[in-house]
Each structure stands twice: as C-alpha cells, then as structure tokens.
C-alpha cells in the first residue's frame, strides 16, 4: 500500500495513506450515523466496516477526476489497490500546499455517498444483511482481523533461512464482485485463497502454508 521502493519521486506518501484511511473512515462513520434515526447511538456502526468494504473505490477516483480536482496520480502502481490511492489522494490533498488544502472540501464533497447510486452502498439494514448473506460484504472476523501477520510472516521466515521469497501467482476469477485467487508456494507445499483483493486473498493463501509448514506467529 506504501509508494513502491522504486518510485521515490511518487507524489504520495506512506503518511498521506494513514491521513487519509482515517479522514476517510471518519467520513464514512459520519454519513452512517447521520442516516441512522437512532444517530450516534446506532447498532448500526458495526456495520461500518461492511460498508467500506463494499464501496466503489475506482468509481469515487473517477469522479474527483470528472470534477476536475488535483488528482496527480490516479494509476495503480504495484500492488496498490483504489482503496489504497484514494486514501493517498485523500492525504495529500489534507497535506499538502495551500491550494491542495483549498481544495479538500470539494474534494470530500465529490465522492459518492453511501447510499447513492453509483459508488455508495446501500444503507437499509434488510439489505446489508442479505448482501452478507451472498457473500458480497464481509467484516473482518476477530480471528481474521490480523490475518496479515501471517503475509509477514511468511517471508520473515523465509528471509531467516536465507531461501528465495514464496512464489506467487495471481489470478482474477470474478469481475462482479471482484474476486480473486492467490497461490503461494513454499518450501514445497502449496496454498491458495480468495478474496475480494489480491491482498485479502494473499494473506489467506499466506495463513494457509504457515499452517501447513507449522510456521506460528508468537
């Protein structure tokens, strides 16, 4: 998610990334409990990361560029995902020079709302639970919250015993939803996973040959 290591002269930053998840989280939560009767007292709210998961983050860069905003860089670079240059947008346009400031409340204002047509998600709770129930949103179980260690993990191990990295290869098996299917291999054994990015199906495939190479993470 950070600029890769060859491009030091990219315009974001690993701090623009972090500003911007959060300004962007709290602009999520904010529009929840606006639409919820119940306002800030609202179940709803564990619901929140269900809804940033479903949001149409290519969509919403789409639309900062159609509105005409400072968007110096809206292509992927590695392994980036929109997810991840929207909150570098986000960032640099909190941070950076006077007119990039300026500009940060059209900005904000330019990205599609939940529940709007294009790029939000939709906010009846029926709705929600049907789209969990498909398989379409998911929140992040407690015993899955970290499941990124087990990436780190991976290649810690792999760099401790002085091997060539896992070998991955990468697949798109779905366009709608977006679904993906990483394969990872390493020190002779084989595991795969799916998820709605590359990254999530990564870390899967990753916690799958930790297990099977009984690699522990404490």
């Known amino acids: 998610m950070s600029p890769a290591l060859h491009r030091t002269d990219d315009c974001y930053t690993i701090t623009d990334f972090e500003i911007g998840k959060r300004l962007f989280t709290t602009h999520m939560a904010l529009q929840l409990v606006e639409a919820s009767p119940e306002g800030r007292e609202s179940a709803d709210l564990t619901q929140l990361d269900s809804l940033i998961t479903a949001y149409d983050f290519e969509e919403a860069i789409a639309a900062l560029v159609k509105a005409g905003l400072d968007v110096p860089r809206a292509e992927l670079v590695c392994d980036e995902t929109y997810q991840d240059i929207l909150y570098k947008i986000i960032g640099r346009s909190r941070l950076g020079d006077t007119?990039?400031?300026?500009?940060?409340?059209?900005?904000?204002?330019?990205?599609?709302?939940?529940?709007?047509?294009?790029?939000?998600?939709?906010?009846?709770?029926?709705?929600l639970t049907q789209g969990v129930q498909n398989g379409f949103i998911t929140s992040p179980q407690d015993a899955e919250a970290d499941i990124w260690m087990y990436t780190c993990r991976l290649w810690e191990d792999a760099q401790n015993r002085g091997v060539g990295a896992p070998k991955v290869v990468e697949t798109r098996i779905s366009n709608i939803p977006p679904k993906f299917r990483v394969t990872i291999q390493y020190r002779g054994v084989e595991a795969f996973g799916e998820g709605r990015n590359k990254k999530v199906a990564r870390h899967i495939a990753a916690k799958g040959a930790c297990g099977k190479l009984n690699i522990r993470l404490g």
Request: hydrophobic letters at 45%; proline letters at 10%.
């Open 99 to 127: 007119h990039l400031k300026e500009s940060f409340p059209k900005l904000m204002a330019a990205l599609p709302l939940l529940g709007s047509p294009t790029g939000g998600v939709d906010l009846m709770v029926d709705n």
